[in-house]
């Protein structure tokens, strides 16, 4: 037996070994959950066949605007970053987070342990490897560490892909985040008309390798592989200024455009939901008639609904305008300042998926003179 | 745990007992109801004791006729909380469709003998009538929501019936945007979340049985859809259903046909 690849040696694979790697994690007991086509979209599902994967299929992406285009031939990975991003697989959307009940002599708490399921997710791409970092800063830096988020985490397994293309909204270039994979995956795939080039990120994704018809990439394939993500690249059209969008933002807190672009805002809440990054959270205490238990539920919550500012002397955030605003300086300038990174990794999806197809990067450039 | 269970009480108007029906759906918690308040009156389920005064009155209904205007009046009278439940009576309900039209005319078209029917020209909201105290949206309410309301009361609390859009739990259940996706004319963006999805979820926009969110930009939402090629007569109907009469919504052919000659700034493409 051949020891397995290092982690960071590449190697070539045959596409039909992309059937045995699912298998192989299936069979050590991981949910493996790939890109799927589901309502219109390429949706983030269960997957336990390559057959099940969207090939062939493009996804068209403009402000407000989502659709699919299918074709005889392609790849399995032609699509971009659809709605769904890693987030809900690691920061579930509605989760319980302390039991309390009613008992002779009081109250008795109980935290529930976590749950830990072991996830194995196809298809990747570099924006959301950059998104998951982000959250692994917000939730497990510093001193308060999530212990759901904690356990799911460590559950992960990451086959990431290099993008082929970029969708029309993606701007990842400008946000140094992609679209070429440089980390924190197990396994990296560049898919190539014959197979497909491997990198190895982890020393658990090389024991998932081997064995299944590999060999060494030849200089070609090599040159192909690297070719791929730099061909996404050059497709991008829209950008953010890394260099001054945190001044030009905090420097223009009373800018007209925020009125101008709270006409267009709904408030809905879609961007931040959708948001790889965003974090936001509510706590309910939900009781029951008898009053003999409660249960505390945190679910995902938004700074573009009311009740996420309220205080006892009413909203900080009243108006859409201002809620706008602290969105757009929290993600893009204030975020660095609590973090040290941007909280925006350019996948696009606040675009595609706002109802009204309101464009951050064309607010962003609004604000910095270019179009008021 | 209560010296005294709260008095419960259950009115009804110009509805169609949908809304009722949802306390008595409560199947696995109806006895516990019962335990924990004292259910005085409700016409559907037996209880008939009229001798004066509850600690809610939950009243579903719009009021659509003069003898509705004077009974709503004196159902508030006898109650501490006046709680509306359901779209007809906290927005006037489907039947507020008549608010556009001519009620004479549509009497003519429907009875044999109009001049037997005494109504309004309008349906009209409770809280048009009288203060309430709180409402439960829905076409029909949600029966978490009238749970809550009703576990609130017991405990002496606020009820939590939050007011963000539909959007937030399609997001949550990660249901993809109909809207988005397919192009189809959703009020999910304008609409009070409750539902818990039902539509989207079965592929279908959302029609608006909760009633506004809040702030709802109807303006924004009308121009996409309307610049998607959807016309205003499309539009003005589904806006105009169950919620139609809600003030967020009642507008609604105005602001498209504002939209139609507005120079405002148009969302970027």
């Not at chain 2, 702030?215 to 139609?244: A, K």
């Amino acid at each position: 037996m051949t020891p397995p690849p290092a982690p960071g040696s590449s190697l070539w694979m045959p596409k039909p070994a992309l059937q045995t790697l699912i298998d192989r994690l299936r069979a050590d007991g991981y949910d493996v959950l790939g890109p799927r086509m589901a309502d219109g979209a390429i949706t983030l599902a269960p997957l336990r066949s390559v057959d099940e994967l969207p090939r062939g299929v493009r996804d068209e992406q403009q402000p407000g605007r989502y659709r699919l285009t299918l074709a005889d031939d392609g790849g399995y990975f032609d699509h971009v970053v659809g709605p769904h991003s890693l987030k809900p697989l690691v920061f579930p959307p509605r989760t319980t987070v302390l039991q309390v009940l009613r008992v002779r002599n009081g109250w008795e708490f109980r935290t529930p342990d976590p749950p830990r399921p072991k996830q194995a997710v196809l298809g990747v791409r570099a924006c959301d490897l950059h998104a998951l970092a982000i959250q692994d800063r917000v939730f497990l830096g510093g001193a308060y560490r999530d212990p759901e988020y904690a356990a799911r985490r460590e559950g992960l397994f990451l086959i990431a892909v290099n993008c082929a293309r970029s969708a029309a909204t993606c701007f990842c270039v400008s946000m140094n985040t992609g679209p070429a994979v440089t980390g924190g995956a197990d396994l990296i795939l560049t898919e190539l008309a014959n197979g497909f080039v491997v990198g190895v990120g982890s020393a658990r994704g090389a024991s998932y390798v081997g064995g299944m018809g590999e060999r060494p990439p030849t200089a070609e394939e090599e040159a192909a592989a690297a070719a791929i993500p730099q061909r996404a690249a050059a497709q991008q059209t829209r950008r953010i200024n890394t260099a001054t969008v945190h001044d030009t933002l905090l420097n223009n807190l009373e800018h007209p455009r925020w009125a101008e672009v709270a006409k267009r805002c709904l408030s809905c809440a879609n961007c931040t939901m959708v948001c790889p990054t965003c974090f936001c959270s509510t706590v309910n205490e939900v009781n029951d008639l008898l009053g003999t238990q409660t249960q505390r539920e945190r679910v995902w919550e938004s700074c573009f609904n009311e009740e996420h500012s309220h205080t006892a002397s009413g909203a900080v955030h009243p108006t859409t305008k201002s809620r706008y605003r602290q969105w757009l300086t929290h993600k893009l300038a204030t975020w660095i300042d609590q973090f040290g990174t941007s909280g925006c990794v350019g996948c696009g999806r606040c675009i595609t998926w706002c109802p009204v197809g309101i464009d951050i990067t064309e607010e962003v450039a609004a604000m910095e003179g270019g179009r008021a | 745990m209560h010296p005294q269970k709260p008095r419960l009480a259950v009115f009804k108007f110009a509805s169609c007992d949908g809304c009722q029906l949802s306390l008595l759906d409560c199947e696995d918690e109806l006895l516990t109801v019962a335990e924990q308040v004292e259910i005085a009156y409700f016409l559907e389920a037996g209880p008939a004791d009229s001798s004066g005064y509850y600690d809610v009155g939950l009243v579903e209904g719009s009021i659509s006729t003069p003898h509705d205007a004077e009974r709503i009046r004196a159902i508030r009278a006898q109650c501490r909380y006046l709680v509306t439940i359901g779209a007809c009576a906290t927005a006037g309900g489907i039947q507020a469709l008549r608010n556009w039209g001519d009620v004479e005319e549509f009497a003519q078209h429907v009875y044999a003998r109009p001049e037997y029917v005494r109504t309004l020209a309008t349906s009209t909201p409770i809280a048009d009538h009288v203060k309430v105290d709180f409402e439960l949206r829905g076409c029909p309410v949600n029966k978490h929501q009238l749970l809550e309301l009703i576990a609130a009361l017991v405990w002496g609390r606020t009820p939590r019936v939050p007011r963000q859009s539909v959007c937030v739990e399609c997001k949550r259940r990660q249901v993809v945007c109909v809207a988005v996706a397919k192009g189809v004319a959703c009020l999910g963006p304008v609409t009070q979340i409750g539902c818990e999805v039902i539509c989207p979820q079965y592929d279908r926009e959302c029609f608006g049985c909760f009633g506004p969110k809040e702030y709802p930009n109807l303006i924004s939402l009308g121009r996409r859809y309307q610049r998607d090629g959807h016309d205003n007569g499309h539009l003005t109907r589904l806006v105009r259903s169950f919620n139609g009469y809600a003030p967020g919504f009642r507008t609604v052919e105005k602001v498209l046909a504002k939209n139609n000659h507005s120079s405002s700034p148009q969302p970027s493409e």
